[in-house]
């Protein structure tokens, strides 16, 4: 899935996922795109940020694993998120706590302005979902997390 920033002819920008640049173009051609405040299909790509890096573009063409919400899936799914919380565990040993400066220092990992190294922090919701819809390599940790500054 991929995000697109669309604008409609009277300048409302929104956002709409689509499963692939492919799909936003089928269904800009058929007419099936619509702006949600005022209801007008002339809708278009706004234009984006000129500075993304390539790194990240290219993350975006390969496309990201992700699983549908079936509730069949949800004994699956807790056992998977049990084992991704050990995994985690065992990351977080390894990893560099760093606050607040979290979805700053994975920024600038990611646009190549300091070395990658496994680090581990805080963000706001909005953040979280910035970095993410970004391309950048995050997941929410999903175990509990004591900061250095608060261990005795
Ligand atoms: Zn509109």
Redesign the pocket.
Known sequence: MIVFDLK?T?G?VFEAWFANTEAFQDQKTRSLLC?P??G?ADVDKAVMAPNVPTKGNQRLETGVAMVSDAPTAAPDMKAMMAKLAEVQAEIIKKSQWVGRDFAQQARAMDAGEMDPVLIHGKTTPDEARELMEDGISVMPLLIPVIPPDKQN
Do not use: E, F
């Open positions: 409609c009277t409302h702006c405040m005022c007008v």
